[in-house]
């Protein structure tokens, strides 16, 4: 397996890499995020037209999956294929870790509990600590005003 992550400007690695996995292995999956850049440093899944960006002006990212099979076909020779798990997959509870269950349900508590004291305009958010060993997360209260372009 083969995986790209944060690609700036190594089309040419990645095709390398791909080429000597499919020769050592007779097969690469690759797994890409949508956030991987060409050579200029624009999003490699960028979308265009009219409707590109989204209600807080941020470009939407989609279309990595269906650009790297044409890549590797032209310059590695090799049929490729993509398999993109889109809103089912995040959607779907059953692919949930325990850690995403746990944390969204304290989201959720940490508004339910702010509502009755007349908290508003304020998003649950997760404050993330890491120790020497282990993870923790406990839950915070965020202006709106200082989230997503200051919904």
Same mark, same amino acid.
């Given at each position: 397996m083969? $995986?790209?992550?944060?690609?700036?400007? #190594?089309?040419e690695r990645f095709v390398r890499?791909?080429?000597? $996995?499919?020769q050592q292995n007779g097969e690469c999956v690759v797994l890409a995020g949508e956030g991987i850049r060409d050579e200029q440093g624009n999003y490699l899944s960028q979308a265009g037209g009219a409707l590109a960006k989204d209600s807080f002006g941020y470009? &939407?990212?989609?279309?990595?999956?269906?650009?790297?099979p044409a890549i590797v076909e032209k310059e590695v020779g090799v049929k490729a294929r993509t398999n993109k798990l889109g809103t089912c997959q /995040?959607?779907?509870?059953?692919?949930a870790s325990l850690t995403d269950r746990d944390e969204a349900y304290? #989201?959720? &508590?940490?508004?339910v509990e702010a509502a009755p004291g007349g908290v508003n /305009?304020?998003?649950?958010?997760?404050?993330?600590?890491?120790?020497r060993e282990d993870y923790s997360c406990t839950?915070?209260?965020a202006d709106l005003s &200082?989230?997503?372009?200051g919904a």
């Open positions: 083969a $995986t790209v992550s944060g690609w700036t400007g #190594c089309l890499d791909v080429r000597e $996995t499919v470009r &939407q990212l989609g279309g990595a999956a269906e650009s790297l /995040r959607s779907a509870m059953h692919f304290r #989201c959720g &508590q940490a508004a /305009r304020k998003m649950a958010t997760l404050i993330r600590g890491w120790g839950t915070g209260l &200082q989230v997503a372009r």
